[in-house]
């Protein structure tokens, strides 16, 4: 069964989220604060507080796995403040319903990268052909800086 969509075009908020896997996001560890939207806007821009500001507090939710949170917090980058907490602004909607929406959208989108644990990097060995190509091009720079050297008279 679809969500209805309500009259702003936002859809109502779950419970919780889905992340991936086994992991869901309670919708109470969400904390979101509506301010005012910077640029312009004209009559309304300072009376009305559309812009969306989304903080969920990373390193204290009990929801999500340690080496997710790692993950998270790398990803998250200056989005992260030094107390462990994740702050995302949306402002790019007219409607706080519509920047509530792309907050959280913007948060499963960071969270579910950070559900994926990064390849094992395999190191590769040089082929011989590039190891001679490497010592053709050293031994020709030695002899070209030879040549430059002192002239016997």
Known sequence: M??????SGALPIPES???G??????LAELDIDYVRS???GGQNVNKVATAAQLRFDLTGSPSLPEPVKLRAAALAGSRLTTEGVIVISASRHRTQPLNRDDAIERLVALLRAALTPPKPRRPTRPTYGSKQRRLEGKTQRSTTKRLRGKVDF
Not at 2 to 7: E, G, H, K, N, Q
Not at 21 to 26: I, S, T
């Open 2 to 7: 679809l969500p209805s969509a309500d009259i």
């Open 17 to 19: 989220i889905h992340i």
């Open 21 to 26: 896997g086994a992991v869901y996001l309670p």
């Open 38 to 40: 910077p640029g312009p």
